[in-house]
């Protein structure tokens, strides 16, 4: 509850309190040594009353049970009165019903809330033993089930306000959840478009790069071989520019376009590149696999070709595919001189977090050259992409 509706609520209550005592007292016309007892217990009333408000008393574990000091005042208040039931001051039992279940939980609510209902019927107990007659039961009755639609009404009206609050509390967490999971999103979104650059822009820069370098060898010697090897250069670059609008294309989509067809054309195109020596061996020779996993076993290949030539200096490439047992295996050796040891960069991390999404396991080795070894399990289906 807001401190502004408190401040609003706590003058309301004195209001209706000092109302109830002055109309109390015009009906009592006490004597002065009566009047100054009743003045004095109506104080204490008030004085109880606002004191629990202050911060410390509110929050001990003692607090909801010093509403009984307010009953117990009141109790006294109504002993010295005159009158067997005064309504004046009878009314301050529903005002203190109201301060309880307000003020505390729905649980400490409810339970002062019958102790003060039980308090408020002692009188009427007392004047139907004095004079049963047909108005003192009904009026009875009638506080009764009054007095119960109250601490009724309250304890719904809480039990509102806590559902309300605990939805308020969930929005926000769903919100705060929401948000990390966008940020997530953007944060793996990332890193996908990272790797897709790197393996695809990578791969085709390495072998730009190196028809360049023997371009740049070859045309002292022979201009019309150089010439030819800058026109496999432009080739090797247009078909690049195709390749990153295909990546483009398939984060645009969400999926990947790469199928298992394209491994033998990337492996031929990049051995015309670089001169290198590339063997591959697939068991069995046709192997059919879903889109996302042919897409990774594209990229790990492609990968692993650019890290060979430019890093392994490498004359030799060895590549096994195997398919059994819903278990597809990859190995990748070639005969480069390596790093001992090696670092995990990029490419590395990001053939390893490809696998790893396809709950496969990835192995780096150097014994000698570089080996990468690969094990992805294979849910086959009948619509997968078939080389």
Known sequence: MKNST???IFILRFILLMCCFIFAIGL??????????L???FLFLLFSLHLKELPKIQSSRYYPYTYILDVIILLILEYNSKFLLNYYFHFIYFILMLSAGLFLSRFHGAIINIVIFLASMFK???ILQINWNLS???LTIFTFFTSLLMIILLNYGKYYSEEQQKSKELYRELKAYADQVKELTQAEERNHLAMEIHDSIGHTMTGLI????????VIPKSQDQGVQLIQHALDTARKGFVDIRRSV?????????LKSENWLEMIHHFRNQTGLDIHIHLDPDKIQLPASIASVVYRILQESLTNAARHGRCTTINITIQLQNAVLGMKILDNGEGCTPYIEGNGL???RQRVTALNGSINFSQAPGFCVEVQIPVSLQPNSSAR
């Open 28 to 37: 009592e016309l006490p004597s002065t040594s009566r009047y100054m007892i």
């Open 39 to 41: 003045i004095l217990t």
């Open 136 to 138: 003192n039961v009904s």
């Open 210 to 217: 190196m028809e360049l370098e023997m371009c740049k060898r």
């Open 349 to 351: 991390k990001g053939m």
């Open 249 to 257: 294309d398939a984060l645009k989509a969400k999926s990947s376009e």
């Open 124 to 126: 009427f107990t007392q």
């Open 6 to 8: 408190k401040r609003i």
